[in-house]
C-alpha cells in the first residue's frame, strides 16, 4: 500500500494488465501516457509497451479510429482501451450502441467484447463553456444494451474498478471525472486487484437520510454530509461507484431504514441518471419520500460564477436535505 496519484494509479493499473496479457492494447488521442510515480520517477507506458501497443506520444485527432480500432481489436479477442476526451466520447457511440454492447448477445455467448471506453470527463466547473463542461454521460451509456458503466471517485477505486473492467468480457464504459483526483486519497495496493462492478459502497452510516451521489457530485456530497452533522441530522452516505450494473439492495436497505432518499448528481435533470435511482427505490419501497438534485438543463457556462450558480453544491444539498427531513 502506497500514496499514489489518481492519476498514477490508473496508469498503473493499466500497466499491470499490460504485463499479464501481452496481447492487450491502449489507444488513445492526446493524453499523456505517463506521470511521476511515489518514488518521484517517470512512469512511461510508451516506453514499455512500444507504438503497437499504444498510441505513442498521440495519434491524430480523430475519435472515430481510436475508437473502432480498439473495438475491433476486442472484437478479435485483444483486451483493449480506447481513451477519449469528454467532448468527443459521442465518435464511439455508434461502435458501442451497434457492435460493441451486442456482440455477445449476438453470439450467444459464444464472443466476448473485453473494450473498455474511457472517456475523460468534464467537469462542473469554470471551463471553456459547453463542449467542455459536460457531465451526465452516465444515463446515455447506461440506456444501452449489454454495456456497463463505472464511474469512480477516489484512486483507490479508480484502479480497483479499472481492472474489473479490463477484465470484463462485456465493454465497459468508464468515466473518469476530474473533481475527484485532488485532495486527500486513500492508499492504493501496489498489487493489481480487482473492486467488483455492482458493489455500492457506504461512505458515512446515518440513520435519518440516505444521500446517493457518484463522481462528480460525491466532493460536494462529502462537505454536505459533515456540514448536516453538525446540524443534527444523520446522513447515510452512498456511493455506488457501478451504475450500470447498479447495486439496488444496498441503496433500498438504506432507505428502509431512514424512509427518506435524496439523490445528487452533475448530471442534467431530465432523464437523468438519478431518476433511475428513485424509480427502483420507489418500486421496492412505496412511501419513501424522495428527491433528487441535478444540473439544470442547459449547456455549462463558462463564467465562474454562473456555473457554481447552476452547480448542485454542498450549500444545495444540504437545503434540500434539510427540508427532506421536515417533510
Do not use: C
Amino acid at each position: 500500500m502506497a500514496k499514489k496519484s489518481y492519476y498514477y494509479a490508473q496508469l498503473e493499473a493499466v500497466a499491470q494488465e499490460m504485463r499479464a496479457d501481452p496481447d492487450m492494447v491502449y489507444y488513445y488521442e492526446y493524453q499523456k501516457p505517463t506521470t511521476i510515480g511515489p518514488d518521484g520517477k517517470v512512469f512511461d507506458l510508451v516506453g514499455e509497451f512500444g507504438d503497437l501497443r499504444t498510441s505513442g506520444r498521440g495519434w491524430p485527432i480523430d475519435e472515430s479510429w481510436i475508437a473502432g480500432v480498439a473495438i475491433g481489436m476486442a472484437a478479435a479477442g485483444s483486451k483493449a482501451i480506447a481513451r477519449l476526451p469528454s467532448m468527443a466520447q459521442i465518435f464511439a457511440i455508434e461502435y458501442v450502441y451497434n457492435q460493441a454492447g451486442k456482440l455477445r448477445s449476438m453470439t450467444g455467448g459464444q464472443a466476448s467484447m473485453p473494450f473498455v471506453l474511457w472517456v475523460d470527463g468534464a467537469g462542473r466547473r469554470r471551463g471553456s463553456a459547453g463542449q467542455h463542461t459536460d457531465v451526465g454521460a452516465e444515463a446515455m451509456f447506461a440506456n444501452l444494451p449489454g454495456v456497463k458503466v463505472v464511474a469512480p471517485s477516489n484512486a483507490y477505486d479508480a484502479k480497483g474498478l479499472l481492472i474489473s473492467a479490463i477484465r470484463d468480457p462485456d465493454p465497459v464504459v468508464y468515466l473518469d471525472y476530474p473533481e475527484v483526483k485532488s485532495g486527500s486519497q486513500p492508499d492504493v495496493p501496489d498489487e493489481a486487484y480487482e473492486l467488483p462492478l455492482g458493489e455500492a459502497v457506504v461512505r458515512n452510516k446515518g440513520s435519518h437520510l440516505t444521500l446517493v451521489a457518484w463522481a462528480p457530485a460525491t466532493v460536494d456530497a462529502g462537505r454536505a454530509v459533515a456540514q448536516l452533522a453538525k446540524t443534527g441530522i444523520s446522513v447515510e452516505f452512498i456511493d455506488p461507484r457501478s451504475l450500470k450494473p447498479l447495486d439496488v439492495d444496498t441503496i433500498v436497505t438504506s432507505a428502509r431504514k431512514t424512509r427518506r432518499l435524496l439523490v445528487v448528481e452533475h448530471g442534467h435533470y431530465t432523464a437523468g441518471f438519478g431518476a433511475h435511482v428513485v424509480a427502483e427505490v420507489a418500486q421496492a419501497l412505496p412511501g419513501v419520500k424522495t428527491r433528487r438534485i441535478a444540473f439544470p438543463d442547459v449547456p455549462g457556462p463558462g463564467a465562474a460564477g454562473m456555473m457554481s450558480w447552476l452547480r448542485p453544491d454542498a450549500p444545495k444539498i444540504v437545503d434540500a436535505a434539510k427540508q427532506l427531513v421536515r417533510a
